[in-house]
């Protein structure tokens, strides 16, 4: 009664702020009158306009069919309490105790196919749970407790990453820009503005609840971004590499960036993953080490059917009721259960991915890569996994906060940008897991997977977008050759 009570009433209070937002079209107090900070005030009052009419959607839908709880309010609830899930920290605790008590046996055959334990890691994910146990002697159950209130305290940060990546976007090339000095009346209601964005997007609302190591990669894929928005590769290279320690699969980023020639950043993210690799080779041994590829190529072949598996493999095996969808062996969700291979999803899921991938890769090779570049890449990244869960999109939350300000300023796809904007991020953003299910039984099920076709709609505006940069810089250039070919004539 009283999620339905909040559900309600955060939907008036959203109703009424839209329409005052219409009615008064309110600025950034104590904006300075420049054209660059008015333009910002803008595109922030743009994005709180889609903030809140995301949450009235998702509200009023998830009223309709009487689950308030399945809202982005729901778990906005969760994440305010002292409440947090071990859905990585169980299995990552279940595997470094294996590994102290059996060290001879081969950690993926036993815990992953004979006790069916779901620690789909690599060992290197697993060297911050293990090195504070070493060098200073902690408890396991202590080190997840560090771990989970830096996980909350992420959020924050998460935030801050996003108003400067904003700014930062709305701002253009970081040539090009002014200096913004901002008063504390200013960055106050910016901040709340960032808190915000984070405390409604629901992928980032489900890792946290689930106690989902998902959050800090967000964290660090923002942090990433930043740095490559400010022209720092090598600090970009640290945190990719962060991400491909739980991720190998993201090693591919290095390849991208060495087609590109972006070597600081290569060296750096490829001389920091391989020292974890070799850390954790020497920690863990070579045969356990390399025992994850079994896994990843069974998790290739199989995939997932549950509903919160927003891949192509995940619609495809919903598609053909080819496992579970709605209920496992834990009535909610099946820690032990895969769906059974299926030839054609298998085909399709593995000539999907490669096209994702191989498009990314080629993509424009000349240019020079933007923030909008390294979005591409790490959005298709996720995309191109057969796994990818809700709460991994917790990364567009960050490539919101470059391609949203982008695409309004420059327009892509002309008067369709915003539009186009909108829906993504609606689909991306909110909870319609209560409407969508009532179709698990139905081929309409494909609709279980709006959050992978807003994280289509965001790749194809980023494409979009990067390509009108090219044009963009192709354009200053030559204009600048005119320019300098006019002097040179005027001097002759």
Same mark, same amino acid.
């Given at each position: ?82 409440? @947090? ?227 192509? @493999? ?7 009721? @080819? ?113 969508? @299910? ?55």
């Amino acid at each position: 009664m009283k999620m339905l009570f909040l559900v309600v009433a955060a939907t008036l209070c959203a109703a009424l702020l839209l329409g005052a937002l219409w009615r008064w079209q309110p600025g950034i107090p104590g904006l300075p009158r420049t054209a660059q900070a008015q333009r910002l005030g803008a595109a922030w009052r743009l994005w709180l306009v889609f903030l809140l009419s995301g949450l009235l959607v998702s509200a009023v839908v998830t009223l309709a069919v009487g689950e308030p709880r399945e809202s982005s309010l729901g778990y906005l609830r969760f994440v305010l309490s002292p409440h @947090n899930g071990d859905d990585s920290w169980m299995p990552m605790l279940r595997a470094s105790e294996f590994l102290r008590e059996h060290p001879d046996q081969p950690i993926y055959q036993s815990l992953f196919f004979g006790q069916h334990v779901k620690f789909q890691y690599p060992l290197t994910a697993l060297l911050p749970l293990d090195l504070p146990q070493w060098l200073l002697g902690l408890e396991p159950d202590s080190v997840v407790v560090v771990f989970k209130i830096l996980s909350r305290l992420s959020l924050v940060a998460i935030a801050a990453v996003f108003l400067k990546l904003f700014v930062g976007a709305v701002q253009g090339p970081a040539a090009l820009r002014e200096p913004l000095q901002f008063p504390r009346a200013s960055t106050g209601t910016l901040l709340a503005l960032s808190l915000l964005s984070v405390a409604l997007f629901y992928p980032v609302l489900r890792s946290e609840y689930h106690g989902q190591i998902q959050t800090a990669m967000t964290l660090a894929a923002g942090l990433a971004l930043l740095a490559w928005q400010r022209g720092q590769p090598r600090m970009a290279g640290w945190m990719m590499a962060l991400c491909c320690i739980i991720k190998p699969q993201w090693v591919i980023v290095i390849l991208w960036a060495l087609l590109r020639r972006q070597w600081r950043f290569a060296w750096t993210a490829t001389w920091v993953t391989g020292a974890f690799a070799l850390l954790a080779i020497a920690a863990y041994g070579p045969r356990n080490f390399f025992d994850y590829l079994p896994v990843v190529s069974f998790l290739s072949r199989h995939g997932e059917s549950y509903f919160i598996n927003q891949s192509l @493999n995940g619609l495809l095996h919903r598609l053909y009721f @080819n496992g579970v969808n709605l209920q496992g062996a834990g009535l909610v969700w099946s820690g032990t259960d895969f769906p059974p291979f299926l030839p054609v999803v298998y085909v399709v899921t593995t000539v999907c991915s490669a096209l994702l991938l191989g498009s990314v890769l080629l993509w424009k090779l000349g240019k020079r890569p933007s923030a909008v570049d390294l979005s591409l890449v790490m959005l298709s990244l996720t995309m191109a996994s057969p796994i990818a869960w809700d709460h991994h999109y917790g990364v567009l939350l960050p490539i919101f906060a470059v391609l949203f300000p982008a695409a309004w300023r420059r327009q892509p796809s002309g008067t369709w940008t915003t539009p186009l904007l909108w829906i993504a991020f609606v689909l991306s953003s909110e909870s319609f897991v209560a409407p969508t @299910n009532l179709l698990a039984g139905t081929k309409w099920n494909v609709l279980q997977s709006y959050q992978f076709f807003g994280a289509l709609m965001v790749l194809g505006l980023l494409y979009r977008l990067s390509w009108h940069e090219q044009r963009s810089v192709a354009g200053a250039r030559a204009r600048r050759g005119e320019v300098v070919a006019s002097e040179l004539g005027r001097l002759a």
